[in-house]
Nanobody, 122 residues
């Protein structure tokens, strides 16, 4: 059974940094894409960034480009989201997810973590 467990969320001031982690287990993720999504209150879930597990190819949303970096440690089966220069509009629950193809569409991800709250104060 696939499990994705996020950690690292919290409260940070605008301009600060946080690193989210997603510990993955339950299958081999070769060929999968690991994505980060976020959902703010009253808003739809939106794509943040993703990384291809095998090739390491990454892509991210325009709203976080230059501020957020996604990476993975295949030995630890863990995906990271390094967030810098955080803004109040980054406040959301952040989710880790896995998809069997490269995608930035939430519907194409078939495994999800429980989410971790990130709150950025102004």
């Amino acid at each position: 059974q696939v499990q994705l467990v996020e950690s690292g969320g919290g409260l940070v001031q605008a301009g600060g940094s946080l690193r989210l982690s997603c510990a993955a287990s339950g299958r081999t993720f070769s060929g999968y894409t690991m994505g980060w999504f976020r959902q703010a209150p009253g808003k739809e879930r939106e794509f943040v960034a993703a990384i291809n597990w095998s090739r390491g190819h990454t892509y991210d949303a325009d709203s976080v480009k230059g501020r957020f970096t996604v990476s993975r440690d295949t030995a630890k089966n863990t995906v990271y989201l390094q967030m810098s220069n955080l803004k109040p509009e980054d406040t959301a629950v952040y989710y880790c997810a896995a998809a069997p193809l490269d995608s930035d569409y939430a519907d194409e991800y078939d495994h999800w973590g429980q989410g971790t709250q990130v709150t950025v104060s102004s």
